[in-house]
C-alpha cells in the first residue's frame, strides 16, 4: 500500500511538470503582446523567449506552487459518506490569482465587491444567491477585463478567462503526466478513476480505489459535475434539477453510469477464435484445431 507522503510527492511532481508546461514561459495580458511573469509586475519589452534569470525565477514560482497545493480532503478512506473525491489540487487556483494579482486588477475589484456607489457597505445577499453570484465571479472575468494568456514552454500562448478555464486545462495535462508517469515508472503509482475541476477552479481527483467503494455503495458519478449521487433515481433527479437536462437525457446518462460496471466475459472465446483462425491459416483441420 502506498503511503500519503509517497503520493502527495508523486502528485506534487506530476503538478509541477504539468504547470510548467502549460506556462512555463510565463503570462501576458490579453490586450499585451509582451510576456510577463509574476516576480516582474513591469512591461517586459522584449519577446520570448525569456531572459534566463525570468525563466529560472517563473520556474521557481510555479514550482512553489505545486508544493503544498495538494490535499486529502477524506481521513477515513472507508467512508463512503465523505466527499466523492481522495485527493484535491489548488494549484490553477492559486496560479490564476497570483497572475490576476500581478496585473494589477484583481485587488481592486475585491475591494470594490461589496461596497455601493455611496462607498457604504452593501447588504449581505441571501445564501442562495449567494452560491450563484460566485460561481459568475468566478467564470465572468473576462468581463471584468482580467483574462490573460499563459505561454507554453514551446511558445504556445492559451487564453484564460476564469479559475475554472486554467484548472480545466491542468486538469487535462495532469492526466497526460500520470499517465506517463505509470508507464514509465517502476515503482507504484496511485491510479485515478476520474480528474476534472469544479466550478471554483479546485480540481477533484476520484482515484480508482475510492471510485470501486462509491461504487459498491451503490453510488453513481456524475457525468457534468464533480458530485456523486446514491443509485440511478438519484442521479437523473440531480441532473434534472442542476443541469437542466431533459428527462429522457438525464435517465440514459444514468443508466450508462450503471452499465458502464457490467462485466462481459469474453476472453474464452476471442482465445479459441484466434486458435481456429491460426489452425486455417496454416491448413490443418478445423476438427484438430478445436
Known sequence: MIDRLAIEDQLTSAVSASLIRI????????????????????????PLPLSSQQQQKWTEQLQQISQGSISFPNNNESDVDGKPHDVECRAALSLFHIIRNSLGKGAT?????NVDNDGKKQKRQK????????????????ADGLSFELISELGTQRQISSATSLANLLSLELEKELLSSSSTSSSDIIQFFDIRSNESGIIHMVSNKRSNKLHQAGKLPCSHCVRWFKGQKGLWWHQLQAH????????????DAVNCLAV?????????????????IDG??????V
Open 244 to 255: 437542466n437536462i431533459t428527462y429522457a437525457s438525464a435517465t440514459e446518462s444514468a443508466a
Open 264 to 280: 462481459v466475459v469474453f476472453q474464452e472465446v476471442v482465445q479459441r477464435s484466434v486458435l481456429v483462425t491460426e489452425s486455417v
Open 23 to 46: 506556462a512555463g514561459s510565463g503570462f501576458q495580458s490579453s490586450s499585451s503582446s509582451s510576456p510577463r511573469t509574476e516576480n516582474d509586475t513591469s512591461t517586459i519589452s522584449t
Open 127 to 142: 445564501k442562495k444567491n449567494q452560491t450563484a453570484n460566485n460561481n459568475n465571479n468566478n467564470n465572468a472575468s473576462n
Open 109 to 113: 475589484n475585491n475591494n470594490k465587491k
Open 284 to 289: 490443418d483441420d478445423d476438427d484438430d484445431a
